[in-house]
């Protein structure tokens, strides 16, 4: 199992943490950031976890301050080479941040990502016809729309497009995000936890990647195996990399896989 995007600088003794996952049977981590602190650390922990851990550096909306901006993009600019991807990124309309402000910086991650041809991971909130159109403009060509729960004919055009969607724990109650995994063909979904997300009342974390994909496999309507394999390959091949040899902080064999 592969956990397709995480907070890892957010989660309390992360070592603890990653040894859980690595027990559950996840064998690989994309941890995004969202500003420079963030991004900072998420460059650390790939450090420590080489192989394990896979960073992507980021400046996501709600982290944006007017006088950091140059900064933020600077550093995405320099370290884009060291990470699988660029984000979290993009565009959310709840945020006091003014949309104006939001489709600028975004439209700058975008033309960093096309230069350096890295993927980028992208939030949508209230913003996914916009974000879509943006992407697609920009000429980046790997796309996922991160916790897709958007309308329906902007989830068509964004899969036409050649882009992904990804899962969350949500998917045990979220109508929309339900809707959105229904419809998207299984070989467009990566899984994920957004840790450290609450859901249900609980914090997760990366070995919660189990819940999604039992999720996920029964709106898919495959078995749990099938469903993991397919979405760890998906992501092996949306972000060009080998986690065969992925290293944890702890060394046990993966535990069998539930049903």
């Keep these: ?21 690595k027990a559950a049977g996840v064998r690989g981590i994309v941890a995004v950031g969202m500003d420079l602190r963030s991004n900072r650390e998420t460059l650390a922990l790939a450090a420590r976890f080489p192989g394990f851990v896979h960073p992507a550096v980021g400046y996501h909306p709600w982290s944006i301050v007017m006088e950091e901006i140059e900064e933020n993009l600077d550093f995405l600019q320099e370290k884009s080479g060291e990470c699988v991807a660029l984000g979290e990124v993009g565009i959310d309309y709840a945020t006091k941040v003014k949309k104006t402000v939001q489709q600028e910086i975004f439209a700058r991650v975008l033309a960093i990502a096309a230069e350096k041809k890295r993927p980028v991971i992208v939030h949508s909130r209230y913003s996914h016809e916009r974000t879509h159109q943006m992407v697609r403009d920009s000429g980046v ?41 229904q419809l998207a063909p299984i070989r467009r979904i990566l899984v994920e936890t957004d840790s450290p997300v609450t859901y249900s009342g609980k914090a997760a974390e990366p070995a919660d990647l189990i819940v999604t994909l039992r999720a996920l496999a029964t709106v898919k309507e495959v078995p749990f195996d099938e469903a993991a394999r397919i979405t760890a390959e998906n992501l092996r091949n949306f972000y060009g990399i080998d986690v065969d040899a992925g290293s944890g902080p702890g060394d046990s064999p993966p535990p069998p896989s539930p049903p």
């Excluded at 199992?1 to 996952?21: C, K, P, T, V, W």
């Excluded at 060509?141 to 949500?170: M, N, Q």
């Design 1 to 21: 199992m592969l956990d397709g995007h995480a907070h890892l600088n957010e989660i309390q003794n992360i070592d603890a943490a990653l040894e859980r996952a």
């Design 141 to 181: 060509e790997k796309a996922v729309f991160h916790w897709y729960s958007g309308p329906p004919g902007v989830l068509l055009r964004l899969l036409a497009d050649g882009y992904f969607i990804s899962c969350t724990p949500a998917l045990a109650f979220s109508p929309a995000h339900r809707a959105a995994a």
